[in-house]
């Protein structure tokens, strides 16, 4: 069985095989992604739950895509 390479390894490696508007792109989407973690912390912490669901997946034609999420939010009656 072969191992994949450590995660940040592979990343480094995708990272210098795209173009300065791909990594661009990267980067905002882990920003964002930061944010949204930061904001389902602070949810849940506030008292409720918060689940992602994917709601679509966007095509981009030419065999690109992305999913689109969806946040579930449920309170918990006490």
């Known amino acids: ?16 095989t795209m173009s300065v ?6 980067r905002m989407v882990a920003n964002d992604l930061h944010r949204l973690n930061q904001s389902v ?4 912490e506030a008292g409720v739950s918060v ?3 994917r709601s679509a997946r966007h095509h981009g034609g030419q065999g ?5 999420l969806t946040p579930i939010i449920v309170k918990q009656s006490r």
């Open 21 to 26: 508007d791909e990594q661009a792109a990267i």
């Open 41 to 44: 912390m602070k949810a849940v």
């Open 64 to 68: 690109n895509w992305g999913d689109l």
């Open 51 to 53: 689940e992602l669901i």
């Open 1 to 16: 069985m072969n191992a994949k390479p450590p995660v940040k390894e592979r990343t480094e490696e995708m990272g210098s």
